[in-house]
């Protein structure tokens, strides 16, 4: 599968942000999904899941209440909405399939490019 992230861009602390994750080669239907995010010189880290059907989701404590993950199984996409972002949110955001609706571990491989989120403060 290739997952093509969208939507990063350069937006100041408060701000608001809409990635989106497309896919070719798969249908993601089938498979729970999440984002991750990485900043230089760490791992990358899990962000956010949402089950197959859109009517679970989970959060890094970090994020809770300020982004929100969400699907359109008919467009094969994956959404992550960001509010109230904060300079410690920039990093690079990756979707991923995930291995199971409660798990923060990746299914694919390779990753995709990734999409930059800058946070100025």
């Known amino acids: 599968v290739q997952l093509v992230e969208s939507g990063g861009g350069l937006v100041q602390a408060g701000g608001s942000l809409r990635l989106s994750c497309a896919a070719s080669?798969?249908?993601?239907?089938?498979?729970?999904m999440g984002w991750f995010r990485r900043t230089p010189g760490k791992e990358r880290e899990f962000v956010a899941g949402?089950?197959?059907?859109?009517?679970?989701?989970s959060y890094v404590d970090s994020v809770k209440g300020r982004f929100i993950i969400s699907r359109d199984n008919a467009k094969n996409t994956v959404d992550l909405q960001m509010n109230s972002l904060k300079p410690d949110d920039t990093a690079v955001y990756y979707c991923?399939?995930?291995?199971?609706?409660?798990?923060?571990?990746?299914?694919?491989?390779?990753w995709g490019q990734g999409a930059q989120v800058t946070v100025s403060s």
């Open positions: 949402i089950n197959w059907s859109g009517e679970n989701t």
């Open positions: 991923n399939g995930l291995l199971g609706a409660n798990s923060r571990t990746p299914r694919f491989d390779p």
């Open positions: 080669g798969r249908t993601l239907r089938n498979y729970d």
